[in-house]
Nanobody, 117 residues
Framework: QVQLVESGGGLVQPGGSLRLSCAAS????????MNWYRQAPGKERELVAG????????RYADSVKGRFTISRDNAKNTVSLQMNSLKREDTAVYYC??????????WGQGTQVTVSS
């Protein structure tokens, strides 16, 4: 049984930081690219950041480049998203996603991030 469990969401003031984590089980973690998506109210789910299985390559949405950093620890089966300089428009539910070949995709339950003063 595959499980992705996110943690670390919460309420933070604009300009603040949060670190999201996702713990995976039930998969050979290093064989999966890991992604963070987010969905704000009334908007479609969007890709925020992704990292390859070995962790050698990462990509980011333009809106978060220079502020967010994705990383993974294949020994602990975890992926993290460090979010700095948070803006109100970063408010969303953040989802962890594991993507494998040829078309495997698993999702976590999501964690709420609210940026507000």
């Amino acid at each position: 049984q595959v499980q992705l469990v996110e943690s670390g969401g919460g309420l933070v003031q604009p300009g603040g930081s949060l670190r999201l984590s996702c713990a995976a089980s039930g998969i050979t973690f290093s064989r999966y690219a890991m992604n963070w998506y987010r969905q704000a109210p009334g908007k479609e789910r969007e890709l925020v950041a992704g990292i390859t299985g070995a962790g050698g390559s990462a990509r980011y949405a333009d809106s978060v480049k220079g502020r967010f950093t994705i990383s993974r620890d294949n020994a602990k089966n975890t992926v993290s998203l460090q979010m700095n300089s948070l803006k109100r428009e970063d408010t969303a539910v953040y989802y962890c996603n594991a993507r494998g070949v040829p078309s495997l995709s698993y999702w976590g339950q999501g964690t709420q991030v609210t940026v507000s003063s």
